[in-house]
Structure formats: structure tokens, C-alpha cells
């Protein structure tokens, strides 16, 4: 599996735009980037996933360069309620089984 | 909706003892994951199903097994526990085998005194 490599913690304030880079130098073809939130003694929570080029849903987007050795998760206009750990997640889909390993995540902290 | 139910939500086990840590899955998902995570760490893998059979295993010490169920829930079995077992435990599920969106529950938080 891909190991990713993300800042250890990002500072914001509300209204922001932030953007959290994770490297996955040795991506595999067939490897998916993912995104997790988590806050605090909750469960991690799936925010996007994409392949390559530009993905978007209601809550962030993702960019992934041509050569897929790292991914933005962007999240636009910052809110207090944001601050929490974003993990940065390189699966193999396969219709084998897969696991879903988490590296060490990035943890936001958004100010007033 | 139906999300991912774990039970109990809390438990204190004296070491050595045991404990049976149970997961409902989210209807029609084929797919169970098990995590611990200390405090302050990052959720590690420990095991995962497919259709009630073993699909990986990350590190799960030989002290735990686990199993999943006719009816797909899960259980995560807990031996000869030790101070260091003190975590939470998070159980997620997927649609389908192979898919990173993995839905997860509110954990199981044991402490091993």
C-alpha cells in the first residue's frame, strides 16, 4: 500500500479557504485517494474520493495532479465546526476485499 | 438512516479478563471493518470481512479474534486483556468489498484497569 505523507497540523480561521496536501509518491494505477474526517471520539467520517483531475461535492473538492504523487483536499470557507483530523487514505479498489489504512492525519484547527 | 451500531458504547475490564465487543453493520453492507485507536493515535486496522469470511488483517494481536455472523454482524473477542488494550474500538461497513467509503460507528471505548 501507498504510504502518504501529510502536515502534522494546519492553523485556519473561519471564512478561509484550506487546502491540506498529501503525498502518495509510490501510487499504484489501480489506487484511489480518499479523505477522512474525524473529530474527536467519533468515528472517522468519509468527505471525498477520486482517481485523478478535479472531484467536488457539497462539502470539499479534490485535486489530483496529472502524476497522482499527491493529492489537495480543499475545503472552502472554513467554520469553527471544521476543526478536526483529516487523514489522506491511498485504497486499492479491487473486488478482492480491501482495507482501508490511515496514516498519521493532518489536524485543522479553525479559529474565530 | 441506518447507520453502523456498535455495542457496548463503554466498557472497564480488569487485566486479564475478557471482552466481546459487538457490531450491527449498516443493512445490505457486505463489508466489516475493525479498528482500534489509543489515545491520541490514529485508527489502526486490525481485521476486516467479506461475506463472513476473513478478508485482511492489519495488526490484531493473537490474544483477539473475530468473527461476523449469518446475519453480518460482527464481534471482535478480546483475551488476556492488558493496560495497553485501552482504546476505542471502531467498527465500519461498506457497500461492497473494495469500497473506500466506509461507513463507521460511534466506537466502543474500553478501559483496561
Known amino acids: 500500500l501507498a504510504k502518504t505523507t501529510q502536515p502534522i497540523s494546519m492553523d485556519s480561521y473561519e471564512g478561509q479557504e484550506v487546502n491540506i496536501t498529501c503525498s502518495h509518491n509510490n501510487i499504484a494505477t489501480n489506487d484511489y485517494i480518499t479523505w477522512y474526517q474525524q473529530f474527536p471520539s467519533q468515528g472517522p467520517r468519509f468527505i471525498i474520493q477520486g482517481y485523478k483531475t478535479k472531484v467536488t461535492n457539497e462539502v470539499a473538492s479534490l485535486f489530483i495532479p496529472a502524476d497522482r504523487k499527491s493529492s489537495t483536499l480543499s475545503l472552502p470557507r472554513v467554520s469553527l465546526s471544521d476543526t478536526a483530523v483529516y487523514y489522506c487514505l491511498v485504497a486499492f479498489v479491487y473486488n478482492q476485499g480491501g482495507k482501508l489504512i490511515f496514516g498519521q492525519g493532518t489536524e485543522l484547527s479553525v479559529k474565530p | 438512516a441506518a447507520g453502523v451500531i456498535q455495542s457496548p458504547r463503554h466498557l472497564i475490564k480488569e487485566k486479564r479478563e475478557t471482552a466481546t465487543l459487538k457490531c450491527y453493520p449498516i443493512p445490505r ?40 455472523f449469518s446475519d453480518y454482524h460482527s464481534e471482535l473477542n478480546m483475551s488476556s486483556l492488558e493496560l495497553g488494550d485501552s482504546a ?26
Open chain 2, 88 to 113: 476505542l474500538y471502531f467498527c465500519a461497513s461498506s457497500r461492497d468489498r473494495g469500497d473506500t467509503e466506509a461507513f463507521f460507528g460511534q466506537g466502543t471505548r474500553l478501559t483496561v484497569v
Open chain 2, 29 to 68: 453492507h457486505d463489508t466489516v471493518y475493525w479498528y482500534q485507536q489509543g489515545p491520541g493515535q490514529d485508527p489502526q486496522f486490525l481485521i476486516s470481512f467479506y461475506e463472513k469470511m476473513q478478508s485482511d488483517k492489519g495488526s490484531i494481536p493473537d490474544r483477539f479474534s473475530a468473527q461476523q
